[in-house]
């Protein structure tokens, strides 16, 4: 017997790689499917099952892909529908992978539809469950997010989570390891731990979820508060991971490198983008006037997803030389296919062709003292709970997942220095508002996590 939890760290995202006998199932799969593949070719063994938790909204589930590559039957949750072939199991239903057993268990509640997986051995003794979205290491999922083909609200299906929490995980075996879909990070939950497997006794300690003592009304009342608005894309991927969508491979395929003067006669003549996806020092120093930076060394599918309206926006990325396929990839783990192409060469062909570069004016973290508030202003771009935490003293606090509705909280004449936690959000900000002809700005380097040494200056 064989679990292996493969998981991507941009998305805080599980997949599961289980065998047996020479048999595979496979549990909500990202896009890219050939890891999978490989590993099964490996050890001789065909994929049998690819097991589906829930539709996903977070990211493109690689199912409907990994199954014409292997003729894998996939499996999803009682109540679920899609436009392809997929067999939906009864609450209860087993099926066979080697000598192991997969009990599909229906505990409806983040969706309608979320099934978690219970895995027994040769013995049918329970030895572990995959929980998807239900249940995380220390909390569960949100009850927000299907609610907008259904009547019921989000209250409601609470409550159905708070049932199948009780009524089908809690009297469970104490000693099974419980595998989540997603880890901290995610915007599927809110206080998730760092940890990626545990076993079900030590959540029932340190997971306010699992509290026997809890009513349902506290649990509805504690599960809904301070929940954010779901990213914007959400309902995007959710419906492609329903009707289907196209293999990663015609996408890279499609893709070309194209000059400087060829991605200025597609900027001009479409509504397409220019990407950056470097660091954000390098974008500070010089990049394609307008563009947009989202850089690949951060939390970048999401940012991409909730910042870009729409999946279907035409992009022209910059990366670094070798990290072409890589960005493709990237971004269409989280539905956005329409990329056009790269830079050819990286930004400094760009460079070498003489046309217009802009910059990021950007100051250390140790001169935000100087910085005088009643001419000027400071804002801080993190998260309401992170600015709740400790800020700079006559800080606004506008975070960046609303950046794009509150537009005209920048137009004043004011000169704004604007700081997230390290740097990256700051920078995502900055390139923003400057894309659109706001410049009297000015990045603050290492964000909060350095100006805070100036004791002074915090509150």
Not at 51 to 64: Q, Y
Not at 71 to 97: H, M, R
Not at 130 to 146: H, I, M, S
Not at 337 to 344: E, F
Request: with cysteine; proline share 3%; glycine share 6%.
């Amino acid at each position: 017997m064989k679990i292996e939890q493969i998981y991507t760290g941009c998305l805080a995202q599980g997949a599961y790689y289980i065998e047996s006998e020479r048999e595979v199932a496979i549990i909500d799969p990202l896009r890219e499917v050939t890891e999978y593949i490989n590993k099964a070719k490996e050890s001789n063994s065909k994929i049998k099952y690819i097991f589906e938790t829930h539709f996903h909204a977070d990211f493109v589930s690689g199912h409907v892909t990994l199954a014409k590559e292997t003729d894998a039957n996939i499996v999803y949750g009682p109540t679920a529908q899609t436009n392809f072939d997929c067999l939906i199991a009864k609450d209860n239903q087993e099926f066979k992978v080697g000598k192991l057993t997969i009990q599909a268990i229906h505990t409806p509640g983040h969706t309608l539809e979320s099934t978690c997986y219970l895995l027994k051995d040769e013995n049918n003794k329970e030895i572990a469950i995959f929980t998807g979205d239900t249940l995380f290491l220390g909390d569960v999922g949100r009850p927000d997010l299907a609610q907008q083909n259904m009547k019921l609200t989000k209250e409601e299906l609470a409550g159905k989570l708070y049932d199948s929490l009780r009524n089908k995980i809690m009297n469970l075996p104490d000693d099974i390891i419980i595998y989540p879909a997603h880890g901290a990070g995610s915007a599927c939950g809110k206080n998730m731990m760092n940890i990626t497997s545990d076993s079900l006794a030590n959540q029932k300690k340190l997971n306010y979820a699992l509290n026997k003592n809890l009513s349902k009304e506290s649990f509805v009342l504690a599960v809904l508060d301070g929940l954010e608005d779901p990213p914007k894309y959400f309902p995007s991927n959710v419906k492609m991971n329903k009707e289907g969508y196209e293999d990663i491979d015609n996408i890279l395929k499609k893709n070309q490198a194209l000059s400087p003067d060829k991605i200025e006669e597609i900027v001009n003549a479409t509504d397409a983008i220019v990407l950056d996806v470097r660091s954000p020092y390098e974008y500070e120093k010089a990049h394609i006037p307008r563009s947009i930076f989202i850089g690949l060394d951060g939390s970048f599918a999401p940012w991409v997803g909730e910042l870009i309206a729409d999946v279907n926006q035409k992009i022209i990325f910059v990366c670094k030389v070798g990290r072409e396929e890589e960005t493709i990839t990237r971004l269409s783990r989280v539905g956005f296919d329409n990329t056009l192409g790269y830079l050819k060469g990286g930004i400094n062909s760009w460079l070498d062709s003489g046309k217009e570069i802009d910059s990021v004016s950007s100051i250390n973290p140790e001169e935000t003292y100087k910085i005088d508030t009643y001419i000027n202003q400071i804002i801080d771009v993190r998260k309401k709970s992170e600015y709740a935490n400790g800020h700079v003293i006559k800080a606004d606090n506008i975070c960046l997942s609303t950046i794009n509705d509150n537009h005209e909280k920048f137009l004043s004449e004011t000169h704004k220095y604007i700081h997230c936690q390290g740097g990256y959000r700051s920078m995502i900000a900055c390139s923003i508002l400057k894309s659109r002809g706001i410049h009297n700005i000015s990045n603050i380097r290492g964000g909060y996590n350095q100006i805070k040494r100036n004791k002074d200056i915090i509150q």
